[in-house]
């Protein structure tokens, strides 16, 4: 049985061909292509690259300055985050939370806009296999270009699975019967006819956006555009920690902010979203508010709010406690 596209590039010994990360004795990394007959040089000295081909991964390399470098391949998380950039990347705590929020699966038919520098469209690939299908849309032909060279770099060549087209994606989204479309834009609300045409009943929009205002317009819009069941928004924070002894505490710094996340599902052709059983918060849809998703917004946003609604102060579930949404 042949193996999973890129899968021979992630073990074994290392080869000709094979991303490098070096990791110095102060903890930076530094990554490369191993080429035969190549050197890498640092400002300590260098060594060949011909000691690594063939060698173990977790190899240790010592430059002619005596400097030890730690040789491991790049996880995919490190990979996204020191390849060549166009836009801004999604980050690997979010493309975790991506794959497992919307549910991507072996097999699946996949959209997803826009492409950027490609870090996400590795993630997806990797958990659609080759079986399964992921067609990303990019409007900038320069960093569908990088985006490209990354995936490449990546597997080692084509992956069988993926289509990369430049342009809008709400101009040119084509395929239908697909299982999940994951937006990564400034402005996903604008894609919400052309979504919910290529999703089948069950299908699930996820979007990642940087802003409040984008995130409450998407949310607002997606209500009013009627064909999706409730959305469900959350952010992800992770804290990393230092562990030395006695001394066990978080790092003193984080990233604090990457972006949101939101996902909604498809209904059925011609079915009405179910009432809301919550009512507003007071004033939510008041004077003051102006509208993101267009003049019937706030109607929709209030529809069905009854005397059975819960209280106004209620909190949401968390997302994946499989709260009532
Ligand atoms: C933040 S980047 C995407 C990063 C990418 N997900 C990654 O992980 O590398 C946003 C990209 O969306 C593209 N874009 C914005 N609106 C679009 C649209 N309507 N259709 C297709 N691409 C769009 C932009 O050109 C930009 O490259």
Redo the contacts with the bound molecule.
């Keep these: 049985m042949s193996e999973p596209t890129g899968a021979a590039r992630r073990r074994g010994p290392f080869q000709v061909g094979d991303q490098v990360q070096l990791t110095d004795p102060k903890g930076r990394h530094h990554t490369f292509t191993l080429e035969a007959g190549k050197s890498f040089h640092t400002h300590k000295g260098s060594f060949p690259h011909d000691e690594l081909i063939g060698a173990p991964e977790g190899t240790v390399v010592r430059t002619t300055g005596n400097i030890a470098y730690l040789a491991l391949r790049p996880l995919l998380p490190d990979y996204?985050l020191s390849m060549p950039?166009?836009?801004?990347?999604?980050y690997p705590k979010d493309?975790g939370q991506i794959l497992s929020m919307a549910d991507i699966f072996p097999g699946a038919r996949v959209v997803?806009?826009?492409?950027?520098?490609?870090?996400?469209?590795c993630f997806l690939l990797r958990a659609v296999g080759d079986q399964g299908m992921l067609h990303s849309?990019?409007?900038?032909a320069d960093?569908a270009e990088i985006?490209a060279e990354n995936v490449r770099r990546y597997f080692g060549g084509e992956h069988p699975a993926w289509q990369l087209t430049v342009?809008?994606?709400?101009d040119?989204l084509s395929d239908t019967d697909v299982d999940r479309v994951i937006l990564?834009?400034?402005?996903p609300w604008?894609?919400l006819e052309a979504v919910s045409k290529a999703l089948v009943p069950g299908g699930m929009l996820c979007a990642?956006v940087?802003t409040t205002t984008q995130l409450a317009r998407t949310v607002e819009a997606i209500r009013e555009h009627g064909t999706f069941n409730e959305p469900t928004a959350w952010e992800t924070m992770v804290r990393t920690w230092h562990i030395e002894g006695l001394a066990v505490r978080p790092d003193h710094r984080m990233i604090g902010h990457t972006g949101f996340l939101l996902t909604a599902r498809r209904l059925a052709d011609g079915v009405e979203p179910p009432m809301r059983r919550r009512r507003p918060a007071k004033g939510a849809y008041g004077e003051d508010y102006a509208g993101w998703g267009g003049k019937d917004a706030a109607k929709v946003a209030s529809r069905g709010a009854g005397k059975d609604a819960a209280s106004d102060g209620e909190r949401d579930a968390a997302p994946g406690s499989g709260g009532a949404a």
Excluded: I, K, T, W
């Design positions: 996204v950039r166009g836009a801004a990347v999604v493309a997803e806009a826009g492409v950027g520098s490609g870090s996400l469209s849309y990019e409007r900038r960093f985006a342009g809008d994606l709400q040119n990564d834009m400034l402005a604008e894609c990642y940087a």
